[in-house]
């Protein structure tokens, strides 16, 4: 059921997409606003500078789960051309739990100790996370469609939301892995080629790895390209 459930939610927001003929621009400009003006012109996208703190796993994950993802971000940049886009970089990669500060949200510091104590609280196995298919929505955003296995990332977000009142109500929904944004139309053609490539991924079984830890971390610059992590979280031996 959880399965179907969060397979039912990416597509709702993933067809979409493929209801025109290309991206409309003010779909797209959401993406280009996590950029700095001055990279977009020159088409090299550089992500902004922000203050954000959330608990993520990744950054990053086993070489051959993320080998795979680098893979499907050629795959998709080959069929673009030089249409401008931006791809999350290696290392970067993750999968987020819970945001406890936003970029524009005001931040009481004490709230740090507070989510250290939540977090050392949550006692969960090590857990299968999974990538079951790939996703372009119609802002342009590229994502990995993640699984995990036993419930466990939203059982664990749930609790945060719990434990923490003053977490903001804005959360994921999901349990994706981000692959980077697509910033501008490609026209008629370029975006059929792109819809032909996505077809056969959307629900492929791309990669699955193990989740051993979460880390807390202080965000700088948008795809994590400046951050701190503050702590790293085990979880209690391998799942079974």
Not at 44 to 51: G, I, R, V
Not at 107 to 123: G, H, M, P, R, T
Not at 143 to 165: C, H, M, V, W
């Amino acid at each position: 059921k959880h399965y179907t459930n969060l397979e039912k939610s990416y597509s709702k927001v993933g067809d979409l997409t493929w209801q025109y003929e290309d991206f409309l621009e003010e779909n797209i400009n959401f993406s280009r606003s996590l950029y700095t003006l001055q990279s977009l012109s020159n088409r090299c996208p550089k992500p902004k500078n922000l203050e954000v703190y959330a608990l993520v796993s990744g950054l990053s994950f086993r070489n051959n789960f993320t080998r795979r993802l680098v893979a499907i971000q050629e795959q998709i940049s080959k069929t673009l051309e030089d249409s401008l886009c931006y791809w999350v970089k290696p290392n970067n990669l993750g999968v987020e739990y819970a945001v406890f500060k936003w970029p524009d949200d005001q931040w009481d510091k004490a709230n740090l100790k507070i989510i250290k104590n939540a977090l050392v609280s949550i006692q969960k196995p090590s857990y299968n996370f999974c990538i079951r298919g790939i996703q372009i929505n119609s802002d342009g955003c590229v994502i990995a469609k993640g699984f995990d296995q036993s419930n466990t990332l939203f059982q664990i977000r749930e609790q945060l939301k719990y434990d923490l009142p003053f977490i903001p109500k804005k959360q994921s929904g999901w349990a994706h892995v981000p692959l980077g944004r697509i910033l501008e139309p490609l026209g008629k053609e370029k975006f059929a080629k792109l819809k032909k490539l996505i077809e056969p991924l959307l629900k492929k079984d791309i990669a699955t790895t193990e989740i051993n830890d979460m880390k807390l971390v202080h965000e700088t610059r948008w795809y994590m390209e400046e951050k701190t992590i503050l702590v790293e979280y085990p979880f209690r031996g391998n799942h079974k």
